[in-house]
């Protein structure tokens, strides 16, 4: 694998407000940590970070990361450890990077892509069933897997494959037991089926809402109560509404 050179600035400023302007600025606030280093908040060009990470999202890209004021090493890159997207407009709201050695294992999630043709599923309308569409791999960075392959030609209605019947790739580990279900062709879903399941999803929903109303509505008023016969206790004020944009976006805990 191949590493990717990106320049970023670092930044003083945090929180929502300056995070904000940032993004107005076509700027993505971020951090770099990892290797006993101190977190460095980053400042990183939208537009670059986009080309980098287009078409590789749920993959693994290493990063020749030019960070001002911190020493460039050839043993060590950067992975994307977290990307935040707004839930409704996908816009990038913050990038956390890893420093990882190359000259050591780490642990990495690779995408399982399924190939192939199964008899159960083209001749008998069966369904593939994928209880796992990521695989946790231990390897060096640079031999990283863009993709792990899922071969299900020639199983039929009722077979599974596992950890076990992937591909076996020189110097890569699965860290999952080897018994580990990756798939399975179960049968066709009947029209019957089908609406019983829809139905029972349908319910299920209706109940849930039901009992999340009943909850808003009865501890409120409990609280209530609580508040008037319990006396005030000092240092304890804690503001629920407001919450720090950097804790979402100044690396882990």
Known sequence: MELVPMK???????????????????????????????????????????????GLEGANVLIDLEVPGEKRE????????EVQRDPVTRALLSVD??????????EVEVPIEVTGDAPGVEDDGGVVQQQLHTVTVSCLPTQIPEHIV???????????LFVSDLPQIEGVTYVPEADEVVLTIAPPISEED?????????????????VGEAEELVPEEEAEEEEEAAPPTEGTQVNVQEIDESELTEGPA
């Open 74 to 81: 050839e043993s060590v890159a950067a992975i994307i450890k």
């Open 8 to 54: 970023v600035d670092t930044r003083e400023q945090t929180g929502k407000g300056p995070a904000r302007r940032m993004r107005l600025e076509g700027l993505i606030p971020g951090v770099v940590y990892g290797l006993g280093r101190k977190t460095v908040p980053l400042s990183i060009p939208q537009r670059t970070f986009e080309r980098l990470y287009l």
């Open 97 to 106: 990077l890893q420093w990882v050695s190359l000259r050591e294992a780490i």
């Open 194 to 210: 089908l609406e019983t399941r829809v139905d029972e999803e349908m319910l299920e929903s209706l109940v849930d809402l039901e």
């Open 150 to 160: 899922a071969t299900i030609d020639g199983m039929h209605i009722g077979d599974a």
